[in-house]
């Protein structure tokens, strides 16, 4: 998360945020602070599992009682968490789609960029060709008219 601005989650409770931001404030963080502690600072087990759900006990309001408030907000940390994880799959798959299309336009632009670059060689090749052909001619008309201007001698 960055701190470069304002940062929303749709759909959280208010009742899981003000018990977030009262945890937070317990531990003398900011929420954000808190949250990242929370889900960051936790990483997985040996067996691969997520620490984070064991490791939610020793913050206020994750207290391991089964109060109805606790398993409330457990299942929104859950249900957080699938999303974000969705959300992020999501994100991964079309930004894959945009680095292959990006992929192949790059090749696009190199093909027609060499195609170019042969047109604009036969070019220079054929103008180089005609100025020749043009300075040849002037040449020739240069001759025809010395020859022309020339009085005809009679024998």
């Known amino acids: 998360m960055s701190s470069a601005g304002p940062w929303s989650v749709k759909g959280i409770d208010p009742r899981a945020r ?27 087990d040996r067996d691969g599992e997520p620490r984070w759900e064991s490791s939610l006990e020793r913050f206020p309001g994750f207290s391991g009682r089964s109060d109805e408030g606790d398993a409330l907000l457990r299942g ?64 020739r008309v240069k001759r025809i008219r010395r020859q022309a201007a020339q009085p005809i001698r009679k024998p």
């Open 18 to 44: 003000a018990r977030a931001k009262t945890a937070a404030r317990r531990e003398g963080m900011t929420l954000g602070e808190w949250l990242n502690t929370v889900i960051l600072d936790s990483g997985p």
């Open 76 to 139: 929104m940390v859950e249900r957080l968490t699938e999303r974000i994880e969705s959300t992020e799959q999501n994100s991964t798959s079309f930004l894959n789609e945009v680095d292959r299309s990006i992929s192949d336009l790059a090749e696009r632009i190199e093909t027609t960029d060499q195609g170019f670059r042969q047109d604009q060689q036969k070019t220079r090749e054929l103008a180089e060709a005609a100025r020749s052909a043009a300075e040849a001619l002037a040449l």
